[in-house]
Every structure is written in structure tokens, then in C-alpha cells.
């Protein structure tokens, strides 16, 4: 099996654009239309199930096109201390931390 393409931030910038534009919510719109019926007359126990598991898998595809539109986090972006550590009596005043 080849490798698989690398998805980038820019990529999904893109995507996002172009989920954005007049085509891109035509595009959703049809493909949310095309999810596959969960029940389609009247079926066996085994023939629901695989629907099932059919429309559980289309929307698993559905919920991946729009997360790939979402960029990546920074993992070079340094984390910032946003709660003053709990056990640091310093940072505290009674119950309250210091500013």
C-alpha cells in the first residue's frame, strides 16, 4: 500500500475556503442529501444492521470532510500557563490567586 498524502495546515485552509463559497455549501448540502436511508422498505434484522452500519460509516465520512477543514493544531506553539498551579502557595491568596 502507497503512503498516503500528508494533510497540512494549508490544506486545510483551502477546504475550509472553499466549504465557504456558494459551490462549497452546494457541495454539503447534496452530500448531507445522499446519506443512505436507514430503513428502505421492509428488511431482515441482518439486512437493518448493515444499514446501519452503512449510515454510521457515511457519516463518519461526512464528519471527516469537515473535520479536515478544521487546520491542525500548532504543536510548535508553546503552552501557557492560563491556572496558577494549585499546590504553589505563592500563586494563591486564601482561595484566590494573586494577579
Given amino acids: 500500500m502507497s503512503e498516503l498524502p500528508v494533510w497540512n495546515k494549508a490544506a486545510s485552509e483551502l477546504l475550509a ?3 465557504r463559497t456558494g459551490t462549497g455549501e452546494v457541495f454539503l448540502a447534496l452530500l448531507s442529501a445522499s446519506r443512505p436511508g436507514l430503513m428502505v ?3 431482515t434484522l ?3 444492521a448493515l444499514r446501519a452500519r452503512e449510515v454510521a460509516g457515511y457519516e463518519n465520512c461526512f464528519r471527516e470532510i469537515l473535520r479536515m477543514a478544521t487546520p491542525p493544531l500548532d504543536e510548535t506553539a508553546t503552552k501557557t500557563d492560563t491556572f496558577h ?3 504553589d502557595e505563592s500563586k494563591w491568596e486564601g482561595d484566590r ?3
Avoid: H, M
Wanted: net charge negative; no cysteine.
Fill in 17 to 19: 475556503q472553499f466549504l
Fill in 41 to 43: 422498505g421492509t428488511e
Fill in 46 to 48: 441482518e439486512a437493518t
Fill in 85 to 87: 498551579d494549585i499546590d
Fill in 97 to 99: 490567586p494573586k494577579d
